[in-house]
């Protein structure tokens, strides 16, 4: 093969691989001998039919990447789409949230505000018939001042019952050891 030859055909196998678009596929030139009237370089006509093929193909697959990029870009879009919608539901949920705690905070200090204006034997004798939780929830929201005659005029039992869940209260999650107290 001549020289030129060469390097138009490496020119046509490298050129799209490093990027650059391939040139139109030109015919190579066919140099006749005068004796016999056969080109000089035999199977050239099969190797640029095969360049051709291979640039075929790699078009084919490019369009086949190309398709593949605008679906992952549409997919990419979807999901921004979905993320912002989500980001959005989640701050109006807190907010609604917050309103349903800050209602049930004034709900609770309402409940306390009625215990303490209550004489504490009435207090101790309607705390020692509430539901633990509930029972505790007004302790702890309960000024201690307020709190002492209630509990001093309680059951045993459950007084020693709410100082401990109240002191274990004070201390860390995972310090804290319920274990063992008798509400009853």
Partial sequence: MSRALLVTVALLIAGPALGQSAPEPQPAPVVET??????????????LLAISRERDLLGEIRAGIDRERAELDLV???VRQETDRLTALRAELGGVLERLV???????ARLVAVYEAMKPEEAARLLDGLDMSVTMLIFSTMQERRA???????SP????????????????????????????
């Fill in 34 to 47: 005068p004796a016999s009237g056969a080109p000089i370089c035999e199977g050239t006509e099969e190797l």
């Fill in 76 to 78: 990419r879009e979807a």
């Fill in 102 to 108: 800050a209602g049930e905070e004034a709900e609770l």
């Fill in 148 to 154: 002492g005659p209630i509990l001093a005029r309680m």
């Fill in 157 to 184: 039992v459950r007084a020693q019952a709410i100082s401990r869940i109240l002191i274990e209260m004070a201390k860390l999650p995972e310090d804290r050891n319920l274990e063992g107290i008798r509400l009853r």
